[in-house]
């Protein structure tokens, strides 16, 4: 069976330092990889997605970047953090382009003081 | 841009009584609509979906309902359990805008005893 893990699963960092977050999938391959933020509160925003190794889409412009630099690793890092960037950041993956079922991960709930 | 959006932020329902959660849609364009149940600190999970050329789709317990002429969603569960307190989301999927789902703000559903 698939399995996707995230972490950490929480993360507390000051203003203006890095941030790696990552996303692993097992069990399939060759997924479609996703990375969302959600504000407390609030609907999920799709940050990035990646259709495969090195393939990156960015949904909106933000102070984040990502990464996926194996089939089944999906990487969010920032160099420098702002207060707006904390949020429940989710992963999620599909089998296909188009698949409409998505599967997320259990998230990482990153507060940036 | 357009968006998917929920009537009612909370609901609170009796254990045993059945859930109505609404969902409004202003893309007329989309191809599914997809409910999701997100548990507190966990990530979403797929319910059920339903074609936009359908007016109803049932599953185990859930049972969804389209209404294309008022652009209206619905989920009703049947016999809330303790279980289904959560956050529920509508999406929206379209397949030519590559797969990505665009999320409403959720509805808080509190089953009391």
């Known amino acids: 069976s698939q399995t996707i893990h995230q972490w950490p699963a929480t993360l507390v960092q000051p203003v203006g330092s890095p941030l790696s977050l990552e996303c692993t999938v097992e069990?399939?391959?060759?997924?479609?990889l996703y990375w969302y933020r959600q504000a407390a509160g609030r609907g999920l925003q799709l940050l990035f997605y990646?259709?495969?190794?090195?393939?990156i889409s960015s949904e909106v412009p933000q102070n984040l970047s990502a990464s996926r630099p194996q089939d089944r690793q999906f990487i969010l890092s920032s160099k420098k953090l702002l207060l707006s960037d904390s949020g429940f950041y989710l992963c999620?993956?599909?089998?296909?382009?188009?698949?409409?079922?998505?599967?997320f991960g259990p998230g990482t709930r990153l507060t940036v003081l | 841009g357009e968006s998917v959006g929920l009537h009612l932020p909370t609901l609170s329902v009796q254990e045993g009584d059945n859930s109505i959660i609404n969902c409004a849609y202003s893309n007329s364009a989309s191809d599914y609509f997809i409910w999701y149940k997100q548990e507190s600190g966990k990530g979403p999970q797929f319910i059920i979906d339903i074609r936009s050329n359908m007016d109803k789709r049932q599953g185990q317990r859930v049972t969804v309902l389209l209404n294309k002429t008022v652009k209206h969603l619905s989920l009703q569960i049947a016999a809330t359990q303790p279980g289904d307190s959560a956050v529920y989301f509508c999406?929206?999927?379209?397949?030519?805008?590559?797969?990505?789902?665009?999320f409403g703000s959720g509805t808080q559903v509190v089953v009391t005893p």
């Open positions: 990646s259709v495969g190794i090195g393939q």
């Open positions: 069990g399939t391959s060759n997924p479609n």
């Open positions: 999406a929206e999927f379209r397949t030519d805008s590559w797969g990505k789902l665009q």
């Open positions: 999620a993956w599909s089998r296909l382009a188009g698949e409409r079922e998505q599967f």
